[in-house]
Structures are given as C-alpha cells and as structure tokens.
C-alpha cells in the first residue's frame, strides 16, 4: 500500500541491512501492527519462525528503537504474565470513517492500536458522498490539530460502508443503503484525502473490531449479526473473516424468513431484514403509536416496560433467535455475537436470543452463547483502523 510521500518508513534507520533480513523485519512490524502486542511465542506461531528467528529480528528492531519490549499479562489468560513486543510509534496514525445511515463516524489512533480523537457528525437522510466526504475531512482536520499530527504521519484511512462492494471496482452495491453512492468510492475519497484509503463493508469491519479489541477475542470462531438499519452478517473461522467465492459470505439479513413476505432492498421478498431491520420496526410501531416516532421516544417506552413496545421488540428477538438457530444448525460457531442499534436497545437481548436458538437449533449446539458487541457505535470505524493497519505500515 503506497503511503504519504512524507511518510517515514519505520526501518529507514535500517536502510543497509539486505533486502532478505530487511523483508523478516518488515513481517514483524506488519504483524505487531495488525494484531498489537505479542509475545515471541505468538510471533512463532502467527509467522511460523523458529525461536531463534525470532530472537534475531526482534534483538535489530528493539536495538533500533522500532520496538519495545515489556512485561504485561496477556488478555484472557491466566499464570504469569509473558514479555510482550510492542510498537514504539512515534506519531504514526491510522483514521477509521464509517459513514452510516444518517451520520459519520472518524476515529484517529496511533499504529500501536492506542485512539487518540474520535468524532460524530449528523449528515441526515439521503446524504450525498460529496458532502459526507466533506464532513469527514473537516472532523479529520480538527483531530489531526488535536493529536498534533500531520497528514504525512498518517499510515492510511480505513473507509466502512453499507451493503455488498464490488473490490474489483471499490463500487458499492446497487442495493446499498447509501442509495447516492455509486462508482469507484476509493478515487472520490482520494480527493478529500491525502493518503491511502482501504474500502470495507462495515457489517464485516464491525466484526474485524470484535475479533481484535472486543466481544470476539474469546472465541476462535464466531458469528457476528449487525442488527441495524440493515441487518448484515459475518463469520468467523479460527479467527479469520470468511470471504466467500465473492467477497460477500456472511449477508445474513438476506435468508428468507418469511416467504413472501415484505418486498426488500436486494428485491427478494420476505428477508430476515424485512422482519427486524430497525426500519421494519418502526413501521410496526408507527401503527400502534398513531404516528412515526424517532429512536430515542422507541428506547425510552421500552425502558419504561410499555407492554405494546416490548412485545414488538419480543417478536424481533424471537425471529432473530430463530434464524440464528438455523445458521448455527450449518457453521457451528463457538459464539454469536450481536451489534448494531437493535442489539443495544435492551438487556434481555442475549436471553431472548439464546432461547430461540435453544427453541430450533440441534442439540449440539443448541447452547451456542450470545453475546453483544462490546465497541458500540464505534465498532465499523475501529475495523475500518484494523484494515488499514492490516495492510501493514511498512
């Protein structure tokens, strides 16, 4: 991935060193970068190097000041805590940008997965890409001044949004929810930004951020539901993203619950995002409120016990259980694991989730968890930060 023509190569102390020895310390970085600490045990086991590989090339980046070295615990594990290698980073900086239904997210963190500024803005609904482009420059800009760093320290820009992408073009899907958003999103933003950009789908960059910071680093294997505006899905196996032959394995929202049933956005009918998108229950609820309510007023009758609110939001956790119960009944996954508005609307989510699946899934995995994502909001513009850093900063 080219970088900034200002960029400085983390190994530009190391410029005599042959290009073989300058390749395993490249591999190093990268691998630090992309997954954050590791002890030398996991630097073996993720790149397949010996004990004394390992030892050779961390002993030239820690004598070049590249990395550090120090005793922490690892995350989830118990006994004494291990020597971890770490990224000494200097100003290095990667952006996460999620443009979501009605608003933009920007997240700014340094390469050593440390976030320095994040911001929201509203754009409405029916934005335009010029426009949201526009507003993501001008939150980028201020939290560049905030963190005291200039673009040319900046690895590159991670970009998330909804719906199935063709990557040969870097175009969004006819079926997007970004309905003004057409052609090639990666040359458009390169006229707002000036650095590399990685284009995502958020449902599966939402995941990534799971998988590394949140709810998914716990379990090898995992299904992840966006259960949002659009409902979107992804899997994960022994703890890499399964693509599929196109690139769009996990569109979960698209299985047919209701065959059918209300015509959807891919131009199916009955889908399970025509059932408990956040859209369809807000029509159901518009017809027992008497008019269309925002958000907030949902949230705070459901809070309150409303009897109407909670039985609509009782027959969503019930469809939902009962589609995540047939997708375990096929992957077999360690966890299921939820995000989204819809997942964070009330607590007994996880509860009435893992009934259904307990209600129609095979036995033996009938007691699949269910556990809602710990990153919130944030979780596709922090994946967004994870894919760049997984293209690596040197």
């Not at 010029?130 to 590159?156: C, F, P």
């Not at 199916?268 to 958000?295: D, F, K, Q």
């Not at 997708?327 to 989510?349: E, F, T």
Request: charged content about 20%.
């Amino acid at each position: 991935m080219a970088k900034h023509p200002g960029y400085q190569d983390p190994l530009r102390g190391l410029r005599t060193v042959s290009e073989g020895r300058r390749t395993k310390l490249a591999e190093l970085i990268n691998l630090i970068a992309a997954k954050g600490a590791m002890s030398r045990a996991q630097v073996m086991a993720e790149l397949g190097w010996s004990r004394t590989l390992v030892t050779r090339v961390a002993t030239l980046l820690l004598d070049e000041g590249v990395i550090g070295e120090e005793v922490a615990a690892e995350p989830g594990r118990r006994g004494r805590p291990t020597a971890q290698l770490r990224l000494v980073v200097g100003r290095a900086a990667t952006i996460g940008i999620d443009f979501g239904y009605r608003s933009v997210r920007t997240i700014l963190a340094s390469v050593d997965h440390t976030i320095l500024a994040s911001d929201e803005r509203e754009l409405g609904d029916d934005y335009g890409p010029d426009e949201a482009l526009a507003s993501a420059r001008d939150m980028i800009e201020d939290m560049l001044a905030s963190a005291a760093i200039e673009w040319s320290d900046i690895v590159g820009a991670g970009i998330a949004i909804s719906g199935p992408i063709d990557y040969e073009n870097n175009a969004p899907s006819l079926h997007s929810l970004l309905p003004h958003w057409s052609g090639d999103v990666v040359a458009r933003a390169s006229e707002y930004l000036p650095c590399p950009i990685v284009l995502g789908n958020d449902t599966r960059l939402a995941c990534y951020a799971e998988l590394l910071w949140g709810a998914g680093r716990d379990f090898d294997s995992f299904l992840y539901l966006k259960l949002h505006s659009g409902v979107g899905g992804a899997y994960v196996l022994n703890r890499r993203i399964v693509s599929g032959a196109t690139g769009v394995a996990g569109e979960f929202g698209h299985m047919v619950l209701v065959p059918g049933g209300e015509r959807c956005r891919c131009g199916g009918r009955g889908c399970l995002e025509t059932v408990v998108g956040v859209p369809a229950i807000m029509r159901g609820l518009s017809v027992s409120y008497g008019h269309t309510p925002e958000w907030k007023e949902v949230m705070r009758r459901l809070a309150a016990g409303e009897a109407g609110t909670r039985a609509v939001f009782a027959e969503a956790y019930e469809s939902i259980g009962r589609a995540t119960a047939s997708l375990c009944n096929i992957i077999d996954p360690g966890a299921v694991i939820l995000g989204g508005a819809l997942s964070r609307a009330s607590r007994d989510i996880e509860d009435r989730v893992e009934e259904g699946i307990r209600a129609h899934a095979l036995p033996a995995c009938a007691d699949t968890p269910v556990r809602v994502g710990a990153l919130g909001r944030g979780a596709a513009a922090l994946g967004a930060v994870g894919a760049v850093l997984m293209k690596g900063i040197v």
